[in-house]
């Protein structure tokens, strides 16, 4: 019966599980706002999939939709970490397609496959419930800053990041009254409370303010070499500038291998640009200079 349902289906039936696990909830408003169905429809589309899996999902009158029972098991989507982040990240309905191993557009595409550096994926629910329902999280939490093996730990998170090499948290630290980033591979455990969160993003200063990087061809490289970087980062002058908000500042710098050191005196080869503004970011990122 599952491999007849039509693929325009299934693409719903795989957003409702996807909604219902990471965000805790599911509604026919969600459904028919994501697909663009009329509420009929949308409610139509649950009923089928109550139907198919009765044991996933239970009505909750205080939120007007479903959520997860502790049976809950995937039918149609694939809800690992891995896979769920970058449909997350890209603002993706559902993942694959009828022809996953085909290229859609004809056109070969080969990527590293590096270390996926990701949680279980009962740990990232309860985390990204928390961010979705505005909620306290009690975690675990692996600190390499920390002489304790594991710390637990109140955070409340408001946005996932990621920095083009790992995913991060950026929550509310209740133990150290501050906005902070936790690695997303570094939680043990983690559950969603039903606590509303005190914090929210508008409150983490270093998230809500924007700042503009300015960026420069390493002094140390040919004049030819500097021409070519400035026409790869689409410069008309002798600047590169970036905004991005001032809590990544750092990831930002790290990304593109900037020279960081006061006396520009790393490989130029390998750490091709350097920072012209260096006084102005370095207070929120002084991890990342030399």
């Not at 419930?129 to 675990?140: E, L, M, N, W, Y």
């Not at 969603?192 to 983490?204: F, H, I, K, R, V």
Request: glycine share 4%; hydrophobic share 40%.
């Amino acid at each position: 019966m599952l491999n007849e349902i039509k693929w325009a289906t299934r693409q719903r039936l795989q957003y409702i599980e996807l909604m219902a696990y990471y965000t805790g909830v599911v509604t026919r408003s969600d459904v028919a706002k994501a697909f663009a169905i009329s509420d009929a429809a949308a409610t139509k589309d649950l009923k089928f999939y109550n139907d198919i899996a009765p044991e996933n999902l239970i009505y909750k009158h205080a939120v007007f939709g479903f959520v997860p029972s502790s049976e809950f098991k995937e039918v149609f989507a694939d809800l690992s970490p891995a896979t769920v982040l970058s449909m997350i990240e890209s603002n993706l309905t559902v993942a694959g397609g009828p022809n996953p191993d085909e290229s859609v557009f004809g056109i070969p595409v080969e990527s590293m496959i590096l270390p996926s550096r990701l949680p279980d994926k009962t740990v990232f629910a309860q985390i990204s419930r928390a961010i979705h329902g505005k909620k306290k999280c009690q975690v675990s939490y692996h600190s390499l800053s920390n002489k304790e093996s594991t710390q637990k730990r109140m955070i409340e998170p408001h946005s996932l990041v990621n920095t083009g090499f790992r995913w991060h948290v950026r929550a509310y630290n209740e133990d150290t009254f501050d906005f902070r980033d936790f690695v997303l591979s570094r939680f043990v455990s983690a559950e969603c409370l039903d606590a509303d969160a005190e914090s929210s993003a508008q409150y983490d200063d270093d998230w809500s303010e924007i700042i503009s990087v300015q960026l420069t061809p390493h002094p140390k490289l040919d004049k030819e070499k500097q021409s070519s970087l400035l026409i790869d980062y689409g410069s008309d002058d002798d600047v590169i500038t970036i905004k991005v908000r001032r809590a990544l500042i750092g990831y930002l710098l790290q990304q593109l291998s900037v020279d960081t050191t006061a006396d520009h005196e790393l490989n130029p080869n390998k750490y091709q640009l350097i920072v012209l503004n260096r006084d102005e970011i370095e207070p929120f990122a002084g991890w990342a200079f030399s």
